[in-house]
């Protein structure tokens, strides 16, 4: 079994942060790209921002700069550092990961339960 568990959510006011945390555990071999993805109420899962393992980096054009993604391998985690938050980005984000385990031959994408982002104006 594989888990995937954000946190760091939470309510804040417009122009601040918030850092979210994805912690992966369970019987993992390997991990390849790491990512985080945003829904809002009415709207589509949509890409925030991914990295693979050996760190390259790709981002949505509308956090280019304000959200920096990173990745702790050693405690194989990532990270989604959100800087001068929106109202717009109120949402629900997930993590997710490429993962291969010890028990299966071929890797799969596994999902966080997803954590509530609020930007109050």
């Known amino acids: 079994q594989v888990q995937l568990v954000e946190s760091g959510g939470g309510l804040v006011q417009a122009g601040e942060s918030l850092r979210l945390s994805c912690a992966a555990s369970?019987?993992?071999?390997?991990?390849?790209?790491m990512g985080w993805y945003r829904q809002a109420p009415g709207k589509l899962r949509e890409l925030v921002a991914t990295i693979s393992s050996g760190g390259t980096t790709n981002y949505a054009g509308s956090v280019k700069g304000r959200f920096p993604i990173s990745r702790d391998n050693g405690k194989i985690t990532s990270y989604l550092q959100m800087n001068s938050l929106e109202p717009e980005e109120t949402a629900v984000y997930y993590c997710?990961?490429?993962?291969?385990?010890?028990?299966?031959?071929?890797?799969?994408?596994?999902w966080g339960q997803g954590t509530q982002v609020t930007v109050s104006s």
């Open positions: 369970g019987r993992i071999s390997s991990i390849d790209t």
């Open positions: 997710n990961a490429f993962i291969r385990t010890t028990t299966q031959t071929r890797g799969f994408t596994y």
